[in-house]
């Protein structure tokens, strides 16, 4: 196991490499970040002591060099248009685009799952056919037009929840929620519920496809034929072998909901580091951008990690396999 992981983790590396040097080099020169931070009315004096003070008149590969020491320690620089720290401003939004993410992510599992294993095990109902209709909407909607139309009939034409914010917050230390509130869980669901739309329309049809699969194999036959009961044979049998490609699609899925929820929360105003990203793409804010970038790969490879430390603890065959190329 530990050779495992130190092997995924030196194929990480060189992939965080390039995604840095990418993100700078895409940034580097957008924009006049000088003229940002000192506004319309400044002097050449006052231009080059900043132009020193960020670092910009240095070349190119000693700016990375510089941007990469600092950001193995956490610090990406000051924000061009705020003037304050970036690991500060991302710090302060990471709560709530984790929040949106992991409660989008529950929603896509805890419905779509149930709804996959329903639609496998009896195709031909009405139920089931409803379920797939619903799953094309899901999946043939942008989702910004989801959002739309969810704040349109929920927060205009009935007036149940909020259109736009995070509602009341509590902080526990550093880490913000709005978990604990009444008014930080009604300002939750739309947003979440137009993240984890299509997720869990595709993850439903993974396991309705998967469940069809498992249920005309041999072993799935032979358990029948010991006579198992059918709850022993779907949910004690092929349920548990469905799941292994859902764990990878699901952890896959997770870091783009994360790195895809700039749209939800623009849509919705949520405060968290997508919304932060938008508004420092019109602003030329370069060090935001690319820390942003730089964490949303940090994510992804994080994240395959785990799927496939999961994979390889619930797949037997990738330890058989393992242990006989040793």
Not at 73 to 95: M, T
Not at 98 to 124: H, W
Not at 269 to 292: H, N, T
Request: glycine share 8%; aromatic share 12%; charged share 15%.
């Amino acid at each position: 196991m530990f050779s495992f992981i130190v092997s995924r983790l030196l194929q990480a590396l060189p992939v965080m490499l390039v995604v840095s040097f990418i993100s700078f080099a895409m940034f580097a020169y957008v924009g006049d970040p000088v003229a940002i931070m000192l506004g319309q009315d400044f002097t050449e004096a006052q231009r080059q002591a900043l132009v020193r003070e960020l670092g910009l008149d240095k070349p190119f590969f000693v700016q990375f060099m510089t941007f990469l020491g600092n950001a193995i320690q956490g610090e990406f620089g000051l924000s061009y248009r705020l003037s304050r720290p970036v690991a500060e401003l991302i710090a302060e939004r990471a709560p709530a685009t984790l929040e949106l993410a992991l409660c989008a992510a529950v929603i896509a599992m805890a419905v779509g799952v149930p709804m996959g294993v329903y639609t496998g095990l009896y195709r031909n109902s009405w139920l089931s056919r409803f379920f797939l209709t619903f799953s094309l909407i899901g999946v043939s909607l942008p989702t910004f037009l989801i959002g739309i139309l969810l704040i349109l009939v929920f927060s205009v034409w009935l007036g149940w929840l909020p259109s736009f914010g995070r509602g009341d917050v509590v902080r526990l230390g550093w880490w913000s929620t709005g978990l604990l509130t009444w008014s930080g869980l009604k300002a939750l669901i739309l947003p979440a519920i137009t993240l984890g739309l299509f997720q869990l329309t595709l993850i439903m049809r993974l396991v309705r496809s998967e469940m069809m699969e498992v249920l005309r194999t041999d072993y799935i036959k032979f358990a029948r034929a010991r006579g198992l009961p059918n709850r022993a044979v779907h949910f004690g049998h092929a349920l548990k072998n469905t799941l292994v490609p859902v764990i990878t699609i699901a952890g896959l899925q997770l870091g783009a909901i994360i790195a895809f929820a700039i749209v939800t929360e623009t849509v919705f105003q949520w405060p968290g580091m997508g919304l932060l990203f938008i508004q420092s793409v019109g602003a030329a804010d370069i060090p935001v951008m690319a820390a942003y970038l730089m964490m949303i790969a940090a994510v992804f490879v994080s994240i395959n990690l785990i799927v496939d430390l999961l994979y390889y603890a619930v797949d037997p065959r990738l330890r058989i396999g393992r242990g006989r190329g040793h």
